[in-house]
């Protein structure tokens, strides 16, 4: 077994103990795992859970998404209940003051919609904003309503006490504004619905700037992008996944970081302020 791929997570396993899953893709079901981890554990947490779809509605242009060992589609009050669960066990083993951005998006149903808010809500996290993915695509062809064609994430926020805000963005980061266009992922071929790198590097950079080893978790790490991420940065990952397959897709990936190296140069060149508002100010004058 390589030293940082774990394939079933036994009683045997203690992650009590740092050394067990620090930088380490790990085969387990999220809620098995999080009840072994203590509170306060994870400085980031970024991730993209299954979303429940129901994959016949998909349309013409739309991918269908079909997991390796996981069906996507259980009923939907359960789903969200399972999600509130999840996040709450997250919310227990991050340090106050973490983040977590929580990928998912608009969904319908029988006509009606489906808003990631309904359960965000009624998790302890606070929701300090709301991102939209424009991944610019082609829409479902169909016309019920105009193409859906972004996804959001949210940014969630364990406050230290009741009037904490948070840290600040540096203006560097904070000028790549709450609209992201960035298109989906295509190279990846192991896996049906991976992130392109581009969101976990970005949200690392912009939350840790220069600072290093920090423990990043991904819960449901698919194809291991955010760990991948988390390593050009210079940080410690933790990541999660039910599929041993991915597991090792993970691995496989993660062993070729070099081939990342062009997406994180033109990330990093986008965390650049042209001039400051002092200097801007002044020109004005
Ligand atoms: C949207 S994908 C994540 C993709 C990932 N962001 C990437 O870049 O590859 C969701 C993942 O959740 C995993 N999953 C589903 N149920 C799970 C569970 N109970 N515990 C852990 N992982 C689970 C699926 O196997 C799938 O790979």
């Keep these: 077994m390589k030293k940082n791929l774990i394939k079933n997570i036994s009683n045997t396993f203690n992650f009590f103990n740092e050394q067990d899953f620090f930088n380490k893709f790990i085969t387990s079901d999220i809620l098995s795992f999080l009840k072994k981890i203590k509170n306060?554990?994870?400085?980031?947490?970024?991730t993209s859970p299954p979303y429940n779809k129901n994959e016949k509605n998909n349309g013409i242009l739309v991918k269908k998404i079909i997991y390796d060992?996981?069906?996507?589609?259980?009923?939907?009050?359960e789903y969200q209940e399972w999600q509130i669960n999840v996040l709450n066990e997250i919310y227990r083993t991050s340090k106050?003051?973490?983040?977590?951005f929580y990928n998912h998006r608009i969904r319908y149903e029988l006509g009606k919609i489906i808003h990631p808010f309904e359960w965000l809500k009624k998790t302890k996290w606070r929701i300090r904003q709301e991102i939209i993915w424009n991944r610019n695509i082609a829409g479902n062809i169909r016309g019920w309503r105009f193409w859906p064609i972004e996804e959001r994430i949210y940014w969630l926020y364990k406050p230290f006490h009741e009037k904490d805000k948070g840290q600040e963005l540096k203006p560097r980061h904070a000028l790549l504004t709450s609209i992201w266009n960035i298109r989906p992922e295509s190279r990846n071929k192991g896996h049906p619905s991976?992130?392109?790198?581009?969101?976990?590097?970005?949200i690392i950079f912009?939350?840790?700037d220069d600072q290093k080893n920090k423990l990043i978790f991904d819960p449901f790490g698919g194809s291991g992008t955010t760990a991948i991420a988390t390593k050009l940065l210079g940080h410690n990952y933790c990541s999660i996944d039910i599929s041993d397959n991915y597991t090792l897709l993970s691995q496989k990936r993660f062993n070729q970081l070099?081939?990342?190296?062009?997406?994180?140069d033109q990330e990093v060149k986008f965390h650049v302020v042209k001039?400051?508002?002092q200097e801007r100010k002044k020109e004005k004058k």
């Design 194 to 202: 991976p992130f392109p790198i581009e969101i976990p590097l970005r």
């Design 275 to 277: 001039k400051t508002y």
């Design 69 to 77: 060992n996981y069906k996507d589609k259980i009923n939907e009050k």
């Design 96 to 100: 106050f003051g973490s983040s977590f």
């Design 258 to 264: 070099n081939s990342f190296k062009n997406k994180f």
């Design 40 to 46: 306060e554990t994870f400085d980031l947490i970024i």
């Design 206 to 208: 912009s939350l840790f």
